[in-house]
């Protein structure tokens, strides 16, 4: 065999070992290859975990069903607009029994709170709808906590300047020219009183005369009626004008309660302004002892003696004007749960709840509830 022929077998040789270790290394690799990727699924499949908590457990009364039924306790005409200087004492002691109830509450409410919050925090990834309704719900009763917190406190803060406001009176002193342009209400007929002699009627069918056209009960204001004893000569129409500028003016409780006056008929009012005779006064105010001289709230009656709205009193002098504010203001004061105080110092106004009828005690005599202003405003 000559040397080319043995060179020729030696590559083909070559080339054949290469060929099988070539395809021997390849085999190999890719096993290798399979048996990883089995391992790795293996290793994931083997430390997946089933994870299971325990389901939401809602209150048996919501804190809102709570509200509503703690709030189902106030009284209709307590219902609340405006001011809570709005309210009379009555009215502001109802609250205070339901918002102090509330307070006694907020200890188990602000509990579940608190597990809701931690509830959410630890399963919020796994909710089922209804579990996160009432998750949701419950993560609002800190803030209505908080609002209900703060009435209580606004109702017990009116409540004591309203039993305690003699001891607190800071004395306002005015000048004359101010307390003389305090009459300006935009009528004469404060001067008069609508005393119409014309019109006095010693038989009548009717035991009251009411102003007419009257408006519907609104329960976004105060809704007072009317009614005069037909023997006093009153003119129907000039009173419903007259208390209509005094109880709405901006000297006045208009200011203080944040909430306006409107003319009803009797029967839809919150409460009524009669004006009496001296005898008839004494029957509508008893028990309260009013020796046909004074006026008087009687529940929901403002009676005014008609002696009084006549002739004034003593310290006013002449001036029938401040009086005839006075009086009625006096009244309405009554109304809003207001008691009676005294002089505050020699030569300030006299305080609207002051007694005037019977003296201003150094005081100068005014008409205007200009104490309960800065005391509902200022805590002053």
Known sequence: MNQTLKSSLLLISLLGVSFFAFRFLTNSLNQQGETTVVETTLVTTTTQKQVTTENFKPLETTFDDFIDDELALITDSCIKFGSWFSLSEECLNEWFLVLNNIEEKSTLYLSHYDYALNYFLSNNQSLNKSDLNNILASLEIETKLTIWNEKLIE??????????????????????????????????????????????????????????????????????????????????????????????????????????????????????????????????????????????????????????????????????????????????????????????????????????????????????????????????
């Not at 002699?197 to 010693?202: E, P």
Request: glycine residues 6%; aromatic residues 10%.
């Open 155 to 380: 109702v017990t803060n009116v409540l004591n300047i309203k039993s305690v406001q003699e001891e607190t009176s800071t004395a306002i002193f005015l000048d004359s020219a101010i307390v003389n342009k305090s009459k300006n209400i935009g009528t004469s007929d404060l001067n008069s009183g609508c005393i119409d002699s014309n019109l006095i009627s010693t038989v009548s069918e009717q035991e009251w005369i009411e102003p007419e056209n009257v408006n519907s009960k609104d329960d976004e204001k105060f809704n007072y009626g009317i009614r005069i004893e037909p023997s006093l000569g009153l003119d129907p129409l000039c009173i419903k004008n007259l208390l209509f500028l005094i109880l709405n003016n901006d000297l006045g409780w208009k200011n203080v309660a944040n909430k306006s006056f409107q003319l009803t008929s009797a029967e839809d009012s919150d409460y009524i302004y009669i004006f009496a005779s001296p005898d008839k006064t004494d029957e509508l105010c008893a028990p309260i002892e009013t020796n046909s001289i004074y006026s008087c709230r009687n529940e929901n009656n403002i009676v005014l003696n008609f002696f009084r709205w006549q002739e004034g009193a003593v310290d006013f002098k002449n001036d029938m004007e401040t009086y005839r504010i006075y009086l009625i203001n006096h009244e309405t004061g009554h109304i809003l749960g207001w008691g009676h105080v005294g002089c505050p110092k020699e030569g300030a106004v006299a305080p609207v709840m002051m007694q005037q009828s019977k003296g201003t005690d150094g005081c100068v005599p005014y008409g205007w509830p200009v104490y309960e202003t800065v005391k509902s405003k200022y805590n002053r």
